[in-house]
């Protein structure tokens, strides 16, 4: 005999996907994204609230989802599509530009380096880089990341670097500085760093990787900064990078992760 399903379960995941789907939303909202009655949506906010999946927005009516939710996927998305898609496919970038990429995923407030080419790169000269925790406002990886991320999770990442200790992330302390510098990058499509702290011996540039309406990871191309300049780095990775990163979207929305 079939158990039953628990359908409160299969409401609760419904109202958690629609908040993923429409950023911060009220409970009306909600209720007409799912079809669920009102009532029922209130019930499964609270919850959600009293359990920390979401968090009530500026706006008392509406809720946004916090970090927390990201605990329900890292099984999966952090082993298996880095390595059976993104790596296959930063090998065959190295091989084409030479120069080393990484492969990056947000846990808590640091970007993680999961794979990185260095190893086999021709032009490398950083070794040891897997498991490296990179800050988001000092790396390319981080800066892709936050300005393409939901807007919900976004200003959640921020405020937690705001009140971080850690001097990387004092420019969050900064909200107009910081807003400029990721709506800059959102509009361009990438990030691109030339030196500076805590590299001053490397450029980069980072796309954002996504699937399913979010942001799973970042994908960056690193090269030494006294042997070419930001536009000059530009100009040799860009498109690969961005043709890579379409490969491995590509790969992911055909089930191949």
């Known amino acids: 005999m079939q158990p039953k399903p628990i359908r409160a379960l299969s409401r609760g995941l419904d109202v958690l996907a629609a908040l993923n789907r429409l950023g911060p939303a009220s409970v009306l909202m909600l209720a007409r994204e799912t079809g669920l009655s009102r009532a029922t949506v209130y019930r499964v906010m609270q919850t959600l609230l009293e359990d920390g999946y979401v968090a009530r927005g500026a706006s008392e ?93 976004r200003e959640g990442i921020l405020r937690l670097l705001a009140g971080s200790d850690d001097p990387a992330d004092a420019p969050a302390r900064d909200p107009a ?26 450029g980069s540039i980072g796309v954002p990787i996504r699937h399913g309406g979010r942001v799973l990871g970042c994908i960056n191309v690193i090269w030494m900064a006294r042997v070419i300049g930001r536009e000059e780095g530009i100009r040799q990775c860009l498109e690969p990078l961005l043709e890579t990163a379409r490969l491995i979207e590509h790969r992911l929305a055909r089930g191949e992760g």
């Open 61 to 153: 009516d509406r809720f946004l989802l916090r970090l927390r939710v990201r605990e329900l996927s890292e099984g999966f998305e952090d082993e298996q599509w880095i390595s059976t898609v993104a790596k296959p496919a930063l090998t065959a970038l190295t091989a084409r530009i030479l120069w080393p990429s990484d492969v990056a995923t947000l846990e808590g407030t640091r970007m993680i380096i999961r794979d990185t080419t260095h190893r086999i790169a021709p032009l490398s000269i950083d070794h040891g880089m897997v498991g490296r925790r990179l800050p988001p406002l000092a790396s390319t990886v981080g800066l892709a990341y936050l300005a393409h991320a939901p807007a919900a999770e």
């Open 177 to 202: 500085r910081v807003s400029r510098l990721l709506a800059a990058t959102r509009r361009r499509g990438y990030a691109v760093r030339q030196g500076g702290a805590p590299w001053p011996h490397t």
